[in-house]
């Protein structure tokens, strides 16, 4: 059986699938793409005027009516609350999370001079761009990456931030003059992962694809960063930017010294996150903790930021882009 991989039309899209087709097929599963065009595809509106899940809701429906057999999703395109009639087969490795500035002449975000034009269309980039106080104009801007660079290199622009995973995927990551350190610039939540979606009842193909390509820390992290996402969701509307890691530490067994070499190695996550407030405001959290309690670890950073700003404070749209 070859399996059907839907995937939205778009360059970085088409990438983003063929890498996994090509993972499938390796390890056995014939696999073809087949495009899928969404609302968002379509529209020139303002990815913050679309709406949550409009790259999804038509990828989500071909599954359902049988079209395709697999969906391949950018993670942070997905609404936080889950699809009952889908399973989440597999999260794969994350690709690079950060943000990357291209800029005129080479330049990296520190040499940009005051006044210079920085193209975005991400209120959680504006606001952690803005919150640096170099002056910058942070502008909107919609388009695919060849239309957003572009507008570097014709001169309308001084600058650009994207996804370094979306310069990576396209084999273009030398185009980026500066990869923006998440102290600076903390990333969407999922930003860089993959989501890879079957039908809940095809539960022989979900188990294949979680063999084929799962890997359990993306997974964890990008559940703690969601999880933040998902809390604030219900009490604001605010620039959202998380990134959690997955890190080993040595526990000792109970009763033993920490030295002692009967210890062990444990998996934890460290989840970093920020949130824009209406004033201009960045509040900032951190939290680590078990691996296993990565939602409950997002939730509790959501609460405290929260607890820090209030719902007053937090107001603007939330971040949707690609």
């Keep these: 059986m070859t399996l059907r991989i839907g995937t939205r039309p778009s360059a970085l899209a088409m990438a983003q699938a063929g890498t996994i087709a090509e993972r499938l097929r390796s390890a056995g599963h014939p696999a073809e793409l087949v495009t899928v065009t969404t609302s968002g595809d379509r529209s020139g509106a ?14 989500r429906e071909a599954l ?16 936080t609350a889950p ?8 999260v794969p490795q994350r690709e690079d999370p950060r943000d990357a500035l291209v800029a005129r002449d080479g330049m990296v975000l520190g040499e940009l001079p005051p006044g210079a034009t920085v193209g975005t269309g991400s209120p959680r980039r504006r606001a952690q761009l803005e919150a640096l106080g170099l002056g910058l104009d942070v502008v909107p801007i919609r388009g695919n990456v060849d239309t957003r660079i572009g507008k570097v290199r014709s001169g309308e622009l001084d600058a650009v931030v994207v996804a370094a995973a979306g310069l990576r995927r396209l084999g273009r990551i ?9 102290l600076q610039m903390l990333p969407a939540p999922a930003q860089g992962a993959l989501a890879i979606e079957c039908r809940a009842g ?3 193909l979900g188990r294949a694809l979680s063999l084929a390509l799962d890997d359990e820390h993306t997974r964890a992290a990008v559940i703690a960063e969601r999880a933040v996402l998902a809390m604030l969701e ?3 509307h605010a620039p959202v930017g998380a990134l959690a890691d997955v890190v080993s530490d040595w526990e000792p067994v109970s009763g033993d010294a920490e030295g002692d070499d009967n210890g062990r190695v444990v998996d934890r996550v460290s989840l970093r996150a920020v949130v824009g407030t209406t004033d201009g405001a960045l509040l900032r959290a951190s939290v680590t903790g078990n691996m296993d309690d990565a939602e409950k670890l997002g939730s509790a950073l959501a609460a405290e930021l929260l607890d820090m700003g209030g719902l007053a404070a937090l107001g603007e749209p939330l971040d949707r882009e690609i």
């Design 46 to 59: 303002p990815v913050v005027e679309l709406g949550v899940g409009v790259f999804v809701s038509a990828l």
């Design 64 to 79: 359902v009516r049988g079209e395709v057999d697999v969906a391949v999703h950018s993670y942070k395109d997905l609404p």
């Design 83 to 90: 699809d009952p009639r889908l399973h989440m087969a597999a």
């Design 174 to 182: 030398d185009e980026a003059t500066e990869l923006l350190d998440p």
């Design 202 to 204: 095809d539960l022989e």
């Design 234 to 236: 219900a009490g604001c």
